[in-house]
Every structure is written in C-alpha cells, then in structure tokens.
C-alpha cells in the first residue's frame, strides 16, 4: 500500500474519495483487527497514510518523530514514512479549526461543552483552546478521569453553556437514531458542531435546526484534515479553495 487509511472499521469513510479528489495518488482503505495492527506497523510497507479510531494513540509508540500538535493532542492521524523512519502529525485540530471559522462559529469568550473524551475529542479540545474558549468542559460516558464530568453533571452545573461539541459517535451512521444530548438541556446554546461526518445532518444538528440554533456537522473538517494530510504527504501546498469546492461537491451528492 502506498497511501491510506488504517482503522478498525472503515466501511462508513469518504476519505478515498476525498483524496482522490485531492491529489494524483491510490488511496486505500485498509481496515484493521487489533491483531493485525501491530504486524503492520513493524512492517511499515507504507509511503504514507491517516489513521483513525482506534489507532490514533496506539500508533505513537512505532513513531521516530511526532509534531508539536500531535504531542499536545496525544493523538495522531497522519504518518509519513521516510526511509523507514515514520513521522506523526495530527491534521484533525487544524481540520477542526478551519471548519468553525468557515462557519462563523465564534468560539472566542465562549463556554464550550465537548461531549467525548477519545482521540478526536483531544484534536478538538486543542483546537478550542487555540481558539480561546473562556471555558472548556469535557463530558465522558465510560472512564470519568480528572478534568471529565458526568453528563449528570453537565446538565446539572453547565446548562449555560454557549456551544456544544459532540465528539463521541453516538448519531454515527449506521445508528442515525441515537443522539448525545437532549438540547433542551442547554437552553443558552448558540451553535452545535456535531464532528459526525456521516450521516450530512444528525439528529443532534436537526434538533439544533428546529430550535433555531446554528448546527453543522463533521464532513467540512474531514475534508479539510484530509487536504492538510495530502499536503504532508506530498511535501506540497494545495489551495484552501479545493476544501470547499470538494465539500460542496460531496455534500451535493448527499442531498440528492
């Protein structure tokens, strides 16, 4: 393999084809068992490739070199091989960063809820802290380590919350039904960004919608992360402009 994407289940990712948009190169989906992970990663018989859940931490430990973003995350999504020496970085923040400003979502003053603690979750939470959120609150449904609430606890002590990020796959394609939070919760919340890429609307940015709220979900940011991968890949800068000419064209083709 050449270029592509590592993960335990791939079978939802656009990601070939926003590559294949992108750039002159074969990109491949290459699902994963975690037996299998670690026999790839010794193996290194890639140029380069993204990584997604549940490798984006596993992966450090094969890295000579990891970016200052990825360190600060603990996470990382891209890997680029050079004469057997595997580099890290992680595309997701910046990819993150971009689709909140494309939209006009202002993070800055804000208090933000972040809903998830995984590895996108890290990638997200950097990128509000880069934007200057007044303040960050983590939400987990599993592990509750310091610094992450119980949803209990969010609703009871943070309903004011100004912008809500949903960064857990509940309301992922196939389980479109499901959604993290009631937004009736949060009744001062401005904007809701759902990092979900498929399905185009969730259920939590279609409440968003008939409440009036502003809500987007995650297709713009894996574009981006993914344009921002290619160029690291190639060692070459691509225009913004491809992001939102290949988001269109996507986004167009789930409408339809």
């Known amino acids: 393999m050449e270029y592509g994407l590592i993960g335990e289940k791939l079978g939802h990712s656009a990601s070939k084809e926003i590559h294949g948009m992108l750039a002159d190169y074969n990109y491949e989906l290459h699902p994963l068992a975690k037996q299998e992970f670690a026999p790839f990663m010794e193996q290194q018989n890639f140029r380069a490739i993204n990584v997604t859940i549940p490798y984006k931490q596993a992966v450090i ?138 399905p185009f609307t969730t259920k939590l940015t279609a409440q968003a919608a008939a409440l009036g709220i502003t809500g987007i979900t995650g297709l713009e940011m894996l574009v981006a992360q993914a344009k921002y991968a290619a160029e690291i890949f190639l060692d070459q800068e691509i225009p913004d402009a491809r992001i939102d000419e290949i988001y269109r064209n996507l986004a167009d083709k789930d409408k339809d």
């Open 61 to 198: 430990p094969y890295l000579s070199w990891v970016d200052e973003t990825a360190k600060e995350i603990g996470a990382v999504n891209t890997i680029v091989n050079r004469n057997g020496r595997l580099y890290g970085y992680n595309t997701d923040m910046p990819g993150f960063v971009y689709m909140v400003r494309k939209n006009g979502i202002e993070v800055e003053g804000k208090k933000v809820v972040v809903l998830g603690n995984g590895g996108a979750s890290q990638a997200v939470q950097a990128g509000i802290r880069h934007m200057k959120a007044s303040r960050l609150v983590v939400v987990g449904n599993r592990t509750i380590t310091e610094g992450v609430i119980t949803y209990q606890e969010c609703f009871q002590e943070h309903s004011n919350a100004d912008v809500i990020v949903n960064t857990s796959p509940v309301g992922m394609f196939p389980n479109i039904d499901a959604s993290p939070v009631d937004l009736a919760h949060f009744p001062r919340c401005q904007a809701v960004i759902d990092i979900i890429a498929n």
